[in-house]
């Protein structure tokens, strides 16, 4: 299927211009753009009135041509452009792509280089993109230095984690302006595989909050992320600003660029009301259309999986304690079992016994293949196989029980962060999986990356990621990756691209836990780039720690996991739980069972970060509803307006919700079921215990009462 | 083919012991071990009872374990074999592997760290490697330092090219010790993909000479070069020395290890007979046995190709002048052709045509494929497509027409260093090959390497050309590697590497020339690796120079260029020049049309490094002898003893010499053809011209008269 185009153009217009301004259609941003007495080009932003970016700058800078003064601006261009185009899965059934767009084209007078910036200016907000055209005084750069600014108003609050060129899997900081250096001081150092910027710095997705009477949120962002290296931002916290920074490779390089260049899109979503961050579809819209002719192939889905139990209990990813054992090398058949590895055969049939009988579709094994005896990234130059099984996961077997059960077994490829040896072996890799009857593979890039000269975010590894995806797609294979650069909305233009983690995800519940309020402010930030695979589903909200030996347990309560299937949205979910916790909560889990992972509709109807969501979504293959609604570590009461319904159409609405007593600290496993009939003129008030949430499914009544 | 071992074990005896010492199988070498007061492992060894190599350390440093010192001698295991083995080609049918080895085992009694070293003792010369069993102290090692030295006993004279992490491709220096300083400083920024090594360095395969009135010959190199970064040799003027120097990367790391490790054989090749030195097979023997079940498809050949006219025409690899053109981005059918590229369909026609008329097997085609307009390694992500031919070469016709003619066309993969991007397009390049009928590929790695973080002897490196080699194998593709690490016997092991370039090779007579003595020290260095594709048979010695515009020409009388196919052995001989200059030279030509490129037997009759070599060689496939005869500068009588031939049988012998008045600077074209009977007792005086050189075919009279 491809992506349908509904597209109204306007004249557009090209005059010469010392100065270049648009609005967006609904003329509530207004845009423009100058240069300064010293050439430099220079862009400001408005909402409503209000500055929201004020004189920042805008240029490139490499040895071989400098993109940075003066220039005088010598023209523009300007479109309006209005169309819709259907993703293959998403939030929403069509997305419209609606936006003023000012190409400015800067000369230099003395150098006599070209740059031009184009501005896409939409009713949510603004995207920008460096596009150095063809021209004689430049063909290669070795880009250092991208200049862009965006310089703020006032002292907003940042929600944001610390720049690092190899990891994003931090709790958000909630910190003014001024107060960044202390607050980001403090992750130096909490992460195996980070190497933390020196500068005071942090990630996008980041969002901002003014701190005016009616503030204003502000997504900032990039988007198609490619052939580029990854932007994090510096902060200066006593202007207000936020300068690009590339990442560099270890030669200290950002990107090898040969003209023409597109860089990725700049973003800023804006609004006054918080719901328009999440709902903004912006960065979608700046990527390409999908680049495939057939998407058939690409199926969302709910998945199971061995896993959880390697955090949660003794069991292992490694079939031998043999720290020495080397892949492709030992005769693992020969060494000796540790006698708790969990992706053995009999295991994973119970798994795909629980996926059949429940009518999920996926079942993830984790540590298959040979390699996990020890974790020895960047010292040891192949980590894994992707074709060689442990002795005790028979491959071809489990093949032919998942299928006779009409149940797919998802691949786990880790590769240690040596992403030139899985280029090496992808061709096989990905051979083996169809041999094997596998149609979806999560990839993961623990450690630190060979090609040693590269990081997880810069241009090589950002490549290299594409590589991988389009490589999967010439096999019709569907992927969801770990440790990978940060997603940009390249899931439009590779819709095999299924999820990322890119995130502090669920996994730390098991070490560390991870604060009620995490799963508040991703959909503000990571989530603008795409959907995340943050493994939803934990019921049994106690466990032991396998890292201290104590009880330990999540911050959430049982009904707000339900809540995190729709205020998460992605296409392919897992249920993370063992089977048996969840035969043990068989009426919570049939919520699990029932919602959707792909949308036609979505209205986010409460929403501030790092304090709550509200959020209900329309299955895209039935007529059913879905709400989720999660709060911080404090009670709340949702307001739920129903008149997303059809008028005049009676509905029974199943609630998951929190016990009156329940607490995520001290009761958390306490969830009531409950039903109510609904109908677009029903409004209530849901309680959510601290740390906690409400699911609920929306039937038309006569399906519901069947 | 798989090759066949003859072999007769002694039996094997394990001692403990405080020192070790044997001798070789003939009792003229001798070598003893021994550890110092710190307990630090050393060497040394005499010929004949001379001391050549003397106290020389041996021994390993990373941070996680340093194999250096606190070692005693804990045991020695002694082994004598003798066996016979079959290359699938080369310069003899079968090859005797004759040694006495001795396991060291060294043990400390401090940190608990165990290391071996083995050393074999044959009787042209010692090998030894380090070999770090599995054991408890130690697991990950990142190699900073290899502690082996070679302390030399006097002022010996080195035959050296200066030390450099990415090229090879130097004139040879013949200097003492004390004046390796200076000379090496001459080559400084030579070479456009050069990293000069910072200290005094040389590389291996290196020469030295004794000053000693019967003087001695020592080759020092390494054989088996796999997992492990390229060695060269710091030098120590004053203290006669050579210490080892591991290629780092660019993150100062020389390799990283896990246990077990067996690094390369560090190998010493003596003699007081200089033809000894090229006559000495002991790194093959050092190298591991072919590791493929069929070698059927292993074909030596000579070949002609699209390719000199490069160099001495105005014709171009590129199809356009367009500079900014980007593989599989321009349409190619679009842009407009500059009208003298070389490797179009009726040029290549034109050297098949020839090829099938003269019964060459091959026909190599460079500047085939999209990608040749610029030149920009290291800053292009991608500079070459594999699989996408100009459209003025039409893959499909000359598949067919080459095919129709019983000729193969050489496939050219130019990397542009791009490792990391041949590997992602590795699988795609050979599927395009042998859906084309392709069955031999020429490898290039011109420039700065990528992934960035390598050299071109980086441990990374050595390993990507091995997985290109074992690949190729896969696809039954032979492959020839420039600018690829340094042989290292390895075609022993993989018989489908059939040559490298490594070394500066024939085209550099099209740009400052090679003097006639580089082709007389080559066979005693850069040779014995492996085979080199050094591309012989300069016929036309006067050239268009299109660096300067200027006549130029080659340093090589024309005889000379013959007498090439003997002194530079290798399974894949070149005839470089134009099929219209070998017409012209018809009678001279027929010497390429015979000469073989595998040989069952090799008799090296006269050797001088730098100075002079003579050698016969007896076709695998026939009874003909062939000789080749080069000289210096300098003019010189070779005396040719032929009795190598078989007692009692009458040879005619062709003989393509320099005509009376030939000289390689004045009158290099003059030469002469002649006949004259010859049998076992035969012994003749033939003249070469100053750069000259005479090559000899000899058939049985029969056969020859017929």
Redesign the interface.
């Known amino acids: 299927m491809r992506t349908l185009f509904l597209a109204i153009f306007t004249i557009c217009t090209a005059i010469a211009a010392s100065s270049g301004e648009i609005a967006s259609p609904d003329g509530n941003f207004r845009l423009s753009i100058n240069t300064n007495t010293e050439g430099e080009p220079y862009y400001s932003l408005s909402y409503k009135g209000t500055p929201v970016i004020v004189d920042s700058r805008l240029g490139l800078q490499s040895p071989e041509a400098n993109f940075d003064k003066g220039f005088r601006i010598i023209g523009t261009d300007t479109c309006h452009i209005d169309r819709t185009w259907t993703p293959v899965w998403g939030e929403y059934a069509e997305i419209r792509d609606n936006f003023n767009e000012m190409l400015v084209k800067f000369g230099s007078m003395t150098s006599g280089l070209e740059m031009d910036i184009r501005f896409r200016l939409f009713n949510d907000g603004l995207g920008f993109r460096y596009e150095l055209p ?1 021209q004689d005084k430049a ?2 750069l ?1 880009l250092k230095k991208e200049l862009t600014e965006f310089n703020f108003t006032g002292d907003h609050t940042l929600y944001c984690i610390p720049g690092d060129y190899d990891t994003d899997e931090f709790l958000f900081s909630e910190v003014p302006f001024s107060g960044t250096s202390e607050a980001l001081a403090r992750y130096k150092g909490v992460h195996s595989e980070s190497e933390s910027i020196r500068e005071t710095a942090v990630q996008t997705p980041l969002l901002l909050k003014t701190a005016d009477k009616t503030p204003l949120y502000i997504s900032l962002h990039e988007a198609g992320l490619i ?1 580029y290296p990854g932007m994090s931002l510096t902060v200066d916290s006593d202007k207000r600003s936020l300068s690009a920074l590339l990442t560099p ?3 200290g ?1 950002s990107a ?1 660029l ?2 023409p260049v597109l860089t990725p899109w700049r973003t800023l979503i804006v609004s006054d009301d918080a719901r328009d961050i999440l709902a903004s579809q912006m960065i979608l819209n700046l990527n390409e259309p999908c680049s495939y002719e057939d998407t058939s192939w690409i199926k969302p889905m709910k998945f199971v999986g061995v896993w959880w139990e390697m955090f949660v209990t003794d069991a292992t990813w490694s079939y031998s304690d043999d ?2 054992a ?1 892949p492709g090398v030992t005769d693992y058949s020969k060494i000796k079992p540790n006698g708790h590895h969990a992706a053995n055969t009999a295991n994973v049939k119970r798994y795909i016994d629980f996926a059949a009988k429940n009518g999920i579709q996926g079942v993830l094994v984790e540590g298959w293949n040979e390699g996990w005896e ?1 974790w ?1 990234s ?4 192949r980590q894994f196989l992707f074709d060689k099984p442990y002795p005790d996961f028979d491959i071809k077997e489990l093949q032919k029980y998942a299928a006779d059960k009409g149940v797919q077994i998802i691949m786990h490829h880790e590769t240690a962060a040596n992403a ?1 040896d899985y ?2 072996n992808l ?1 096989k890799a990905f051979s083996y999986m169809k041999d094997n009857g596998y149609n979806a593979v999560k990839t993961g890039y623990v450690g630190t990356v060979i ?4 990081h997880h975010t810069s ?2 590894m950002v ?1 290299h990621v594409r ?1 991988v995806i389009e490589k999967a797609a010439d096999y019709r294979i569907m992927v969801d990756s770990h440790e990978a650069p940060k997603p940009t909305g390249l899931c439009r233009t590779y819709p095999n691209w299924l999820a990322q983690e890119s995130a502090r995800g669920g996994e730390f519940e098991a070490f560390g836990g991870n604060p009620p309020s995490h799963t508040c402010i991703l959909p503000f930030t990571r989530l603008k780039g795409g959907p995340m695979d943050y493994t939803p589903g934990i019921f049994e909200i106690h466990y032991w720690n396998r890292e201290n030996g104590k009880k330990s347990q999540a911050f959430t309560t049982l009904a707000r996991q339900l809540a995190l299937y729709l205020t998460m949205p992605s296409p392919i979910q897992m249920a993370c739980d063992f089977p048996e916790t969840y035969e043990r909560f068989d009426d919570a889990f049939q919520f699990i069972r029932d919602v959707p992972v792909d949308w036609a509709d979505t209205r986010y109807l409460e929403a501030e970060p790092n304090r709550y969501i509200t959020v209900a979504r329309l299955d895209k293959n039935s007529s059913d509803w879905y709400i989720g609604a999660i709060t911080d570590d404090k009670e709340r009461t949702a307001l739920i307006d129903f008149s997303f319904l059809p008028k005049g159409v009676k509905y029974v609405a199943t609630i998951y919700e929190d016990a009156p007593d329940a607490h995520f600290m001290t009761n958390p496993q306490a969830y009531r079921i409950r039903t109510i009939n609904v109908n677009s003129k029903t409004k209530i008030k849901q309680r959510l215990a601290p740390g906690g949430g409400t699911a609920i499914r929306i039937a038309p009544a006569q399906i519901a009462n069947k």
Chains 1, 2 share one sequence.
Request: aromatic share 16%; hydrophobic share 25%; proline share 3%.
């Open positions: 063809v063909n290669y070795t052939g490779d270890r030669l390089n090898y040969q003209l720290f020495r080397k020890d020895a960047f010292k040891k130059n030139a280029e090496r061709d090609p040693r000269s590269e241009q090589w490549e590589h």
